[in-house]
């Protein structure tokens, strides 16, 4: 019997661990923001993400590794940086059912990526979205004006996922992140 008492407080606790920290996740606060606006396409949200947030100016710090779709969405200043808005346009039509990816658009010439932008797969294409040249559906080289090469990543993974779906599971990564680092 006290047995049985243990498993169901186990359970209790699990359950409220997984319903609370998806009530209060970054997917829940971006499905939130897609029906309080009423955004039904990757197009509409992305004119809402740049019509509400603008390229990082010059000089603006780097942003904390894994910083939530929360914070980046509530960052005063309303400033991302590429991959960012990328990350916040992705998280959004991720909840609209679409399969997103982020790709770095790396120099061919020094090997690093100046500009990530994201392709949201709508039909049977993979449509470029670039938040910092505040365009969509043009070819890479349109996106930057220097010889790259595009490196693909899946955005979100799994592990991603199980971040965007629970708050609680989002801050425990972000206490144990600088001891893996």
């Not at 994201?118 to 505040?134: P, S």
Request: net charge positive.
């Amino acid at each position: 019997m006290k047995l049985l008492k243990y498993f169901l407080v186990l359970v209790s606790c699990a359950a409220v661990f997984w319903l609370v920290g998806y009530k209060i996740s970054d997917n829940a606060f971006a499905y939130k923001v897609i029906q309080e606006n009423h955004l039904t396409s990757p197009e509409q949200v992305f004119k809402f993400v740049i019509d509400h947030k603008i390229q990082a100016p010059s000089g603006s710090p780097n942003s904390a590794a894994g910083a939530s779709f929360r914070t980046l969405v509530n960052r005063p200043g309303d400033w991302l940086w590429c991959d960012e808005g990328a990350i916040v346009v992705a998280v959004m039509v991720g909840q609209l059912g679409y399969s997103t990816r982020l790709v770095d658009l790396v120099g061919t010439r020094d090997g690093v990526s100046h500009n990530t932008v994201l392709q949201i797969q709508q039909a049977d294409n993979w449509v470029i979205y670039d938040f910092t040249g505040r365009q969509f559906n043009v070819p890479f080289d349109k996106t930057v004006d220097y010889p790259a090469m595009p490196i693909y990543r899946p955005y979100p993974n799994w592990q991603q996922k199980l971040l965007l779906n629970n708050y609680f599971l989002r801050e425990l990564a972000q206490v144990v992140r600088p001891w893996l680092i």
